[in-house]
């Protein structure tokens, strides 16, 4: 019999999925990536650039983030661009400098898988894998990601709707992985003033579907750096466990993103002012 109270899944509309289903298991899932779990009462901090483009750029951007209080680095070293022609990351060397300075931070790696053939490289250096919003339906992507040892970050299609992301999910708890976290990064909509529309809405409504993790990404999800503190308090204020966020050393000089990435006094101070949302809530920002 389904109920209405807070704490018990209702109908959704749709057959959620029985793996990512809080139905079938209503206690929490906590991810734990290398150390650093998500999913309980911390807020985690993920940041870093949107991708690396030098060696300078990665290391002052991940001590800076390091210093300010994030808990896991981020940074892409395979990048999926709109346009061929635009820098498409620095691969393999990328993720030896993402090794590098994760080590030197003691800060847990996140990077972007893109290509079944990218899996075990990529699974050498990282410490969570993140699956884009371009490839939240790449079907043999989430088998591979489901059938390797590391945590996936799932970010959602851009057009996707909660089901669908909810589907995507179940492929890879069913290859026998369960530490996912799921990633709200902004969909699609009439809307041309922002990059994307940061829903919101997801949050309760894939915590009250499914016993995952959810995080906010609001540099995606806005695009716009003035507006990314604002949404992401908004983000630890309507339940996230975490969130992603794009820095950069010198955001006007960016590669990619730039104009969606925090510099790193802006970085520092968001923090600061994370934490006293975070206590309302009766949460910490680890
Ligand atoms: C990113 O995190 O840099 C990225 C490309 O994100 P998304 O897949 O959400 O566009
Ligand atoms: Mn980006």
Known sequence: METNSCDVP????FPIPPRVSRKIKPEATIVNVAGVTIGGSDIVIIAGPCAVESQDQLFET??????????????GAFKPRSSPYNFQGMGEEGLRLLGLISKETGLPLVTEV????????????ADMLQIGSRNMQNFPLLKEAG????????????????????LAAEYILNQGNDQVILCERGIRTFETSTRNTLDLSAVPMLKRLSHLPVIIDPSHGTG???????????????GADGIIMEVHCNPEEALCDGHQSLNLP?????IKEL???ALAVDRNIS
Do not use: H, S
């Open 62 to 75: 991940a001590r800076a983030v390091a210093a300010g209080g994030a808990g896991i680095l981020r940074g």
């Open 275 to 277: 934490k006293k949302i």
């Open 224 to 238: 716009l750096r003035w507006m990314v503190p604002a949404m992401t308090k908004a983000a630890v204020a309507v």
């Open 266 to 270: 802006e970085f520092e101070q968001l």
């Open 147 to 166: 059938l390797c040892k590391k945590p996936i970050l799932l970010k959602r299609g851009m057009m996707a709707t909660i089901e669908e992301f909810l």
């Open 114 to 125: 893109m290509d079944t053939r990218q899996v075990e490289l990529v699974a050498g250096y």
């Open 10 to 13: 209702v109908n959704a509309g």
